[in-house]
């Protein structure tokens, strides 16, 4: 198995890096209340929509997909195996005990209140 060519590379970062600008855009752009980023020039409200409320949620969907696929890529680097998976070794079930303790009680410890 060869490894990929240096064009060939910088192809496919420009091709991720239009789909994650189609995806900010679409984010920005998409919601429930009809407006777009055309009315949030125009209007005070939908400036506010589209700024104080898409765009954070827009930033930490990207945030958090970055910070998954790093992760993936530093375990498969770890293990040197590419099928290397969280829930086959077994890392997925520890991050789940590990949120269930927090939640039911380790939590308070450090301040946090949970409310049904």
Do not use: C, H, K
Request: no cysteine; glycine share 14%; net charge positive.
């Amino acid at each position: 198995m060869s490894t990929p060519s240096g064009r060939r590379w910088a192809g496919a970062l420009l091709v991720l890096a239009a789909l994650l600008a189609l995806s900010v855009w679409t984010g920005l752009a998409v919601g429930p209340s009809g407006l777009g980023l055309g009315d949030a020039a125009q209007t005070e409200l939908a400036a506010r929509i589209v700024w104080r409320y898409r765009a954070p949620r827009v930033a930490a969907a990207a945030l958090v997909g970055a910070s998954l696929a790093s992760a993936g890529l530093a375990l498969q680097a770890l293990l040197r195996n590419p099928l290397a998976d969280p829930f086959i070794l077994g890392l997925s079930g520890g991050a789940v005990a590990g949120a269930s303790l927090l939640l039911l009680g380790g939590g308070a410890a450090l301040g946090w209140s949970v409310s049904a």
